[in-house]
C-alpha cells in the first residue's frame, strides 16, 4: 500500500458552526469530523463502521467535496482538493462519484431512469445523443436492470432496484472512487446480498476503490479490505478486516464487534455492555472520548495527551489512548513510539 | 414431553386483510402459531412479509377503518380477542398485554413529560391515585435502569437519547405487568451497542417478570440471540416454525435457507460471493393461491397448484409442505 495512494486525507477537520442568542453570533461549533487521517489505494475497499452520529456521514461527504472542510487536506491522486472551487472542482469528479443509503431520496422523482443516469454525461459534455442512449443502456445493463427500465421513473423501482439505479449514476462516468453511505441498510437482506454482490463485482471489473460507510459490521467486514472504527470525530482504530475482528485492540472495537448479534443460537457470545450513549459533538470530553463514557480511572491523564494512531502491529493502527488499550499495548506503543506520532499510514 | 407447557397465547388460521383502492388485500394470511408461558417467540420475515400486521392484529391495533381481521381466532388465556368487545380488548392492550413499537419517538407523546406518560397507564388501568400513579411510574424507570428516575420523568421525550427512549417506551409496555410482550422491532432504530444493551434489559425482565415475548424483526442475529422459537414469514403466511435451535441448524424450506444464506457474516470469507434470492418480495396485490415463494422463483408449477399444506415435520417443527420449497 507504500505506492502512491488514491485518496489521502490528513488531519481533515468538519466543523458545523452552532449559532444562538439575538445576534445569531455563534456559539460553538459541532465538532463532527475531528482530525482524521486516512488513505484509501487504488482498487481497495476502505470500511467506515462506527455509530450513528460518529461524523461518519460527514466525513464521506466532505472526502468528496459535498461538505467544505474546517480544516485539514484532501488529496485525490495528488491534487489538493481541499480547497478547489466548485468550478475547478468539476472535471475532477468525474473521478469520485458517490451512493446514498436512501435511493428513494437520492433519486429526482421527476425524472426518468434514463435521464438520471444520462446527466452525469450530459453536465460533462460527453457523447452525442445515440452515444449516451447506447452507454445507459449498457450501465442498466451492467447493474441487472432491464432496458426497458430507462424510459421508467425510480418510484416504479423496489429499494434494491432504485439502488441499483444509484450505482448506474456512480458509474456513469468511470470513476475511480466510489464513497458508499450506508448503501444497502435500507434493504431487506435477500436483497442486500444482491447489491454487495454487485459492488464487489463492478470493483474487479472496474478496478475501483470504495469508502464504504456502514454500521453493521458483519456488512462492513464482508466486503472490506481494510476498516477504520469511528468514534466521536476521530478514527480509532485501522487494520485489514481480517486483523480488525480477530484481535481488536481499542476497547470501543472489541465492544462494538461483541454487540453483533450472531445468527447462530450455539455461538450467543458473552457481550461487552456499554453503559450510556455517545457523547454529543457539540461538547465532546477533552480527553478520551470513550474512556469518559466508561468512566475510565485514567480518563484525566488523556486531557492533553495526543491520542493519534500509532502502529500497534504491520497494517494495524491504534489510537494512543490509555483508557482503550490493555496495559500491555498501552506500554508496547509508549516505548515504541516514546512520543512521536506516526502520521504516514502503513 | 415432560410436563405441560402452557401456551399463553394461540394464534389460529388468522386472517386480516386491508381495504384498498385495488381491492382487498390479504396481508395475514391463515397465519397459526403458538406462544408458550415464559418464552420467546420470533417472528422473522422481509418488509411486507405481514408480520407487524400479524402483531397488531392480535392487540386489534390495525389501521382503521381499512384493516379487518376476516377469520381465524387469536386465544389469550382462553379469551378470543378477536371477538372481544372494544372495551374488553381495552383493558388488555396496555394491561396484561404490552405492546413496544419500532420508533420510540413516535410511541411518545412529544407535548407531555416522560412522567406523566408513564403515570397515565397506571392511572388509567389500576384506578389509582395521582402520587401513587406518580411513584410507581418512578419505580418503572427505575425498573429500566433509566439514570436518575426523579429527573428523568421532569423531562420531555426529545431530551432522551434513542436508547433511553426505547427504555421509556419498555417501561410504559411493562408497566402493569403485563403476561405477554409484543415487541414490534424493538431495536432496528437503535445502534448496535445500544440494541444490545435493550435486549439485554428485556432479557433480565422477562425473568425477573416471567412474561412471555413476541419479537418481531428482520433480523436473524437478533431472533438467534433471543429466541425459543421462531415463526418465519413469507408473502403474508408462515412457511416454517420451529425451535431457534433447530431452525437454524436444520432449516427445511427453501426460504429459510435462502434467507440464512444471504447473510453476511463475521466468519464468511471477506468479498466472496453471497448466495441471494432472486427477485424480490411479492407484492401482496398479486395473490395466488399455490406457493407464493414459487411465485417469487418464478416457477409456475407451485403457482397454479394448490395451496401448500402445513405439517409437523419433525415434533415442534412445522413446515408448509410445498414440493418445491420444502427440501428435507
Not at chain 1, 318 to 332: G, N, Q, S
Not at chain 2, 241 to 266: D, K, M, N, Q, V
Amino acid at each position: 500500500m507504500s505506492a502512491s495512494p488514491l485518496l489521502s486525507v490528513s488531519q481533515l477537520r468538519v466543523h458545523f458552526p452552532v449559532r444562538g442568542g439575538v445576534m445569531l453570533r455563534q456559539t460553538g461549533a459541532v465538532r463532527a469530523v475531528d482530525g482524521v487521517t486516512l488513505d484509501i489505494g487504488p482498487g481497495e475497499t476502505l470500511g467506515l463502521v462506527g455509530e450513528s452520529g460518529c461524523g461518519k456521514s460527514t466525513l464521506g461527504k466532505a472526502v468528496v467535496r459535498l461538505l467544505k472542510p474546517t480544516s485539514g487536506s484532501i488529496h485525490f491522486r495528488d491534487i489538493d482538493i481541499t480547497r478547489v472551487d466548485q468550478r475547478s472542482l468539476r472535471p475532477l469528479r468525474r473521478d469520485f462519484q458517490m451512493i446514498f443509503q436512501d435511493p428513494a431520496e437520492s433519486l429526482d422523482p421527476r425524472m426518468s431512469v434514463r435521464s438520471i443516469i444520462e446527466e452525469p454525461f450530459i453536465i460533462h459534455g460527453l457523447g452525442t445523443r445515440a452515444e449516451r442512449v447506447q452507454w445507459v443502456d449498457g450501465l442498466l445493463d451492467r447493474v441487472g436492470l432491464p432496458a426497458s427500465a430507462a424510459e421508467r421513473y425510480s418510484f416504479e423501482f423496489s429499494g434494491g432496484q432504485r439502488q441499483r439505479i444509484g450505482i448506474a449514476r456512480a458509474l456513469a462516468l468511470k470513476p475511480k472512487l466510489i464513497v458508499c453511505d450506508e448503501p444497502v441498510s435500507a434493504l431487506d437482506v435477500s436483497i442486500q446480498s444482491q447489491i454487495l454482490n454487485l459492488l464487489v463485482e463492478l470493483q474487479q471489473d472496474f478496478g475501483l476503490s470504495y469508502l464504504f460507510i456502514a454500521h453493521d459490521l458483519s456488512v462492513v467486514k464482508h466486503i472490506s479490505d481494510r476498516v477504520a472504527v469511528m468514534y466521536l470525530g476521530k478514527i480509532v482504530e485501522v487494520a485489514t478486516a481480517e486483523m480488525i475482528y480477530r484481535d481488536p485492540r481499542h476497547a470501543y472495537t472489541k465492544a462494538l464487534l461483541s454487540a453483533i448479534p450472531s445468527p447462530d443460537p450455539q455461538a450467543r457470545r458473552a457481550k461487552i455492555l456499554l453503559e450510556g450513549d455517545v457523547p454529543s459533538p457539540l461538547d465532546p470530553p477533552p480527553g478520551s472520548a470513550f474512556g469518559h463514557r466508561m468512566g475510565h480511572p485514567r480518563y484525566p491523564e488523556t486531557i492533553g495527551l495526543d491520542l493519534a494512531l500509532r502502529k500497534i502491529a504491520p497494517g494495524h493502527q491504534v489510537a494512543a489512548d490509555p483508557c482503550c488499550l490493555t496495559r500491555e499495548d498501552w506500554e508496547k506503543l509508549r516505548t515504541a513510539h516514546a512520543g512521536e506520532a506516526v502520521d504516514e499510514m502503513i | 414431553m415432560t410436563g405441560v407447557t402452557h401456551n399463553i397465547l394461540e394464534v389460529d388460521k388468522l386472517i386480516t386483510s386491508f381495504e384498498t383502492d385495488r381491492g382487498l388485500l390479504r396481508a395475514v394470511d391463515q397465519v397459526s402459531f403458538v406462544v408458550p408461558e415464559g418464552k420467546t417467540v420470533g417472528i422473522v420475515g422481509e418488509s411486507g412479509c405481514g408480520k407487524s400486521v400479524t402483531a397488531m392484529s392480535i392487540v386489534r391495533l390495525l389501521p382503521q377503518p381499512a384493516g379487518k381481521i376476516l377469520g381465524g381466532r387469536v386465544m389469550f388465556k382462553g379469551r378470543d380477542l378477536v371477538h372481544a368487545s372494544d372495551a374488553e380488548i381495552r383493558r388488555i392492550r396496555g394491561g396484561e398485554i404490552g405492546v413496544i413499537f419500532q420508533e420510540p419517538m413516535s410511541a411518545l407523546n412529544p407535548v407531555h413529560r416522560i412522567g406523566r406518560q408513564v403515570a397515565e397507564v397506571f392511572r388509567i388501568h389500576r384506578k389509582i391515585t395521582k402520587k401513587d400513579a406518580w411513584d410507581a411510574a418512578t419505580e418503572m424507570l427505575k425498573l429500566v435502569r433509566i439514570p436518575a428516575p426523579e429527573m428523568r420523568m421532569m423531562d420531555y421525550p426529545h431530551h432522551l437519547s434513542g436508547g433511553m427512549r426505547q427504555r421509556i417506551v419498555i417501561a410504559l409496555a411493562l408497566a402493569c405487568r403485563p403476561s405477554l410482550v409484543i415487541a414490534d422491532e424493538p431495536t432496528t432504530a437503535l445502534d448496535v451497542t445500544v440494541q444490545a444493551q435493550i435486549l439485554d434489559l428485556m432479557a433480565r425482565l422477562q425473568s425477573e417478570m416471567k412474561m412471555s415475548i413476541i419479537l418481531i424483526t428482520h433480523d436473524l442475529g437478533v431472533i438467534a440471540e433471543t429466541c425459543d422459537e421462531v415463526v418465519v414469514m413469507y408473502g403474508g403466511r408462515v412457511v416454517e416454525r420451529a425451535g431457534a435451535e433447530e431452525l437454524f441448524a436444520h432449516p427445511l424450506h427453501a426460504y429459510t435457507r435462502g434467507l440464512l444464506h444471504s447473510i453476511p457474516t463475521l466468519e464468511k470469507p471477506p468479498k466472496s460471493i453471497l448466495s441471494t434470492i432472486p427477485g424480490m418480495v411479492a407484492s401482496l396485490a398479486d395473490h395466488v393461491h399455490g406457493c407464493r415463494f414459487c411465485q417469487r422463483m418464478g416457477r409456475s408449477s407451485g403457482i397454479t397448484r394448490d395451496r401448500p399444506g402445513f405439517a409437523e415435520v419433525s415434533p415442534g417443527h412445522w413446515v408448509e409442505t410445498c414440493p418445491e420449497c420444502y427440501q428435507p
